[in-house]
């Protein structure tokens, strides 16, 4: 003959699974304890409260760290901010990286430089003087297609420009240099 061990824990459940109000609160005790919820959370995460002003600070910030790696993004990133001295400060670079670029006869980097800077419109890209050298001019555009723009401030009637191909201007045209002019 078997002998039948008895099993506590059958003697403590059964009389709950018995009775439906027991087996609830039993169910909610382990369900509260359970609970992470219940507990004070370590963290309380706050919505950062950014104004314009920080905004345009952090990125005035990104576009100094970018000018040491690519100083035509930090150009246009410039030009896209709207801030006048952040943008100077970004086309004097990519300039003085365009003279370099002319002096080692790096055309394609050259081209390159040149068309960021009047893609961007920077007021000190090389014109003409009258006695026949080439110099910047600051000017102010309007309207433009693939063949002309047109020049609203910066220049008066009497004043010589260099026209053609960007491409020209861009690769052989510095401040200075002496120039042939040509009747219409």
Known sequence: ???RV???MKRLIRPMLNNPLRLLGLFALTLLASCASVREPKHVYELPDYTEEDVRQEEI???GELKEKDSVQALW???LLGDGATFDDCAQLVSTEYAAALEKEDWFTALRLYKSLAA?????LPALEKDGKARSAAVVTGIQDLDRIEIR???SEEDLVV???SETAGDRLSEGQKLKIKAQ
Request: one cysteine or more; a positive charge; charged letters at 30%.
């Open 1 to 3: 003959m078997r002998r």
């Open 6 to 8: 008895k099993n506590p």
């Open 153 to 155: 401030e910066g220049l």
């Open 77 to 79: 990133r410039a030009s």
């Open 163 to 165: 026209t053609g191909p």
């Open 120 to 124: 961007c419109s920077w007021s000190g």
């Open 61 to 63: 910030k990104r576009i």
